[in-house]
């Protein structure tokens, strides 16, 4: 398979352009990084340098069957793409993943040489990558698309589509200010699948023809028909417990959630247990002198066996804990960058709870609150009432709960729908 820089010179000049701009701009950084580059991070480096500059093992096997890469950009991105790709038969696929956690989660299902980091967006690097795999398909994830990546997808003659499509508020913002160069990039994609009627508009925002885009559903929130429920007795609580589970947390919420419990709640109610997630397990030590800071009484017992409030510093249990819940908080939604995704907790039944700032899921969100199974709070006094009214009234934890699990099963079965029109648009390449 060829690969030669072609396209209308419009094209030819923007592609230049981003080569020289990213460059410029990566460079320094890189330096800088290089020479700070946190501990956490040196374990991703030393096992990723070489595939980021498109340096790859020879690939072999049945070239009978085509291969298709699946760009993920993190861990839950990958996810998502383990939902549909174990869906579809007849294809070899290949997980290029973001980051070293989307890497080895993808290596639990796939083989190890089906799973590599994709390449540094510059075009010898990517140009490197389509020789080295010689792809018939890209599935974009998600929001993870990289202008020269898409360039050298067509320069290959790789059909390219992109699945579980998201485009937050700023994304449009900034699509709308630059319509004809995102225009000219995104007509890279063959099709959108996307997961709502508002992704839609934003692609008819920069000239998206509507009959490239399908409306599928959300398929990080098709979790199936019944949600992986982990016992109560064996994470340390019984079913008296009010346990209210704070995910992902940053340190602005951090401060809320202390404050809004050292108000008097935690004192009054010996039933009331607490876990916090921090969004960076790696900052548990941080989440503790803040929350001894703010309320020194929630981690009086942190030597004991079994501490009213947990701050878990372990990666991948989260999920857990929400299923043991009886109501959730959402971290990031009381600090500037913004809350984490909220359906999670609410397909558990739980109620959903989170501060003003929640405009990357504000598709989520409203449908939450129409249903009436969340609950937005403006400060930390405001979270203790709310935490003090379902502490003391287990019937409206189960009513809002009800309907939060209601709003939060909207979305199953996209995994099934993204991965049939998948399968359509996988055997229409020629062989």
């Given at each position: 398979?060829?690969?030669?820089?072609?396209?209308?010179?419009h094209k030819v000049i923007i592609r230049i352009l981003y080569n020289i701009v990213?460059?410029?701009?990566?460079?320094?950084?890189?330096?800088?990084?290089?020479?700070?580059?946190?501990?956490?991070?040196?374990?991703?480096?030393?096992?990723?340098?070489?595939?980021?500059?498109?340096?790859?093992?020879?690939?072999?096997?049945?070239?009978?069957?085509?291969?298709?890469?699946?760009?993920?950009?993190?861990?839950?991105?990958?996810?998502?793409?383990?939902?549909?790709?174990?869906?579809?038969?007849?294809?070899?696929?290949?997980?290029?993943?973001?980051?070293?956690?989307?890497?080895?989660?993808?290596?639990?299902?796939?083989?190890?040489?089906?799973?590599?980091?994709?390449?540094?967006?510059?075009?010898?690097?990517?140009?490197?990558?389509?020789?080295?795999?010689?792809?018939?398909?890209?599935?974009?994830?998600?929001?993870?698309?990289?202008?020269?990546?898409?360039?050298?997808?067509?320069?290959?003659?790789?059909?390219?589509?992109?699945?579980?499509?998201?485009?937050?508020?700023?994304?449009?913002?900034?699509?709308?200010?630059?319509?004809?160069?995102?225009?000219?990039?995104?007509?890279?994609?063959?099709?959108?699948?996307?997961?709502?009627?508002?992704?839609?508009?934003?692609?008819?925002?920069?000239?998206?023809?509507?009959?490239?885009?399908?409306?599928?559903?959300?398929?990080?929130?098709?979790?199936?028909?019944?949600?992986?429920?982990?016992?109560?007795?064996?994470?340390?609580?019984?079913?008296?417990?009010?346990?209210?589970?704070?995910?992902?947390?940053?340190?602005?919420?951090?401060?809320?959630?202390?404050?809004?419990?050292?108000?008097?709640?935690?004192?009054?109610?010996?039933?009331?247990?607490?876990?916090?997630?921090?969004?960076?397990?790696?900052?548990?030590?941080?989440?503790a002198a803040i929350l001894k800071a703010f309320a020194p009484a929630l981690l009086?017992?942190?030597?004991?066996?079994?501490?009213?409030?947990?701050?878990?510093?372990?990666?991948?249990?989260?999920?857990?804990?929400?299923?043991?819940?009886?109501?959730?908080?959402?971290?990031?939604?009381?600090?500037?960058?913004?809350?984490?995704?909220?359906?999670?907790?609410?397909?558990?039944?739980?109620?959903?709870?989170?501060?003003?700032?929640?405009?990357?899921?504000?598709?989520?969100?409203?449908?939450?609150?129409?249903?009436?199974?969340?609950?937005?709070?403006?400060?930390?006094?405001?979270?203790?009432?709310?935490?003090?009214?379902?502490?003391?009234?287990?019937?409206?934890?189960?009513?809002?709960g009800k309907k939060a699990k209601s709003a939060a099963m909207a979305d199953v079965?996209?995994?099934?729908?993204?991965?049939?029109?998948?399968?359509?648009?996988?055997?229409?390449?020629?062989?």
């Amino acid at each position: 398979m060829a690969y030669l820089p072609v396209g209308h010179s419009h094209k030819v000049i923007i592609r230049i352009l981003y080569n020289i701009v990213y460059a410029v701009l990566l460079a320094p950084f890189a330096a800088v990084f290089a020479a700070a580059m946190p501990l956490r991070l040196r374990r991703e480096f030393n096992a990723s340098w070489k595939e980021r500059l498109g340096i790859y093992p020879p690939q072999s096997g049945d070239s009978s069957l085509p291969s298709v890469i699946v760009r993920c950009a993190s861990l839950g991105e990958t996810k998502v793409a383990l939902r549909f790709i174990q869906k579809i038969s007849g294809c070899r696929f290949i997980i290029a993943a973001g980051t070293l956690s989307a890497r080895d989660c993808a290596r639990q299902y796939l083989n190890e040489r089906d799973v590599v980091f994709t390449p540094v967006d510059l075009y010898p690097f990517v140009r490197r990558f389509f020789s080295v795999f010689r792809p018939a398909a890209v599935i974009f994830v998600e929001s993870d698309l990289w202008p020269e990546f898409l360039f050298g997808a067509r320069d290959a003659g790789t059909r390219s589509i992109l699945v579980n499509g998201r485009f937050s508020p700023s994304s449009v913002r900034l699509g709308s200010k630059f319509k004809k160069l995102s225009r000219e990039i995104l007509s890279l994609l063959e099709a959108f699948l996307v997961r709502y009627d508002s992704d839609t508009a934003a692609l008819a925002v920069v000239g998206i023809s509507r009959e490239k885009i399908g409306v599928l559903g959300n398929i990080k929130y098709d979790f199936g028909a019944a949600p992986e429920q982990t016992s109560r007795v064996s994470m340390g609580y019984s079913d008296g417990d009010f346990v209210i589970v704070a995910g992902s947390t940053h340190l602005e919420d951090e401060k809320a959630l202390a404050v809004a419990l050292g108000k008097g709640i935690f004192a009054s109610r010996p039933e009331l247990k607490v876990v916090v997630v921090p969004r960076h397990v790696e900052r548990a030590a941080q989440t503790a002198a803040i929350l001894k800071a703010f309320a020194p009484a929630l981690l009086s017992d942190e030597r004991s066996p079994a501490p009213r409030c947990l701050i878990v510093d372990k990666n991948g249990d989260l999920e857990k804990y929400y299923s043991v819940a009886s109501a959730a908080f959402i971290g990031g939604s009381f600090g500037r960058r913004g809350g984490q995704e909220p359906m999670t907790p609410a397909f558990f039944g739980k109620p959903v709870i989170y501060g003003p700032r929640m405009s990357k899921f504000a598709d989520e969100t409203s449908r939450l609150e129409a249903a009436g199974g969340a609950v937005k709070v403006a400060s930390a006094s405001a979270l203790a009432d709310v935490l003090e009214m379902f502490a003391g009234d287990p019937a409206a934890v189960a009513a809002v709960g009800k309907k939060a699990k209601s709003a939060a099963m909207a979305d199953v079965g996209a995994a099934s729908r993204a991965a049939e029109r998948l399968r359509e648009f996988i055997e229409r390449i020629p062989r």
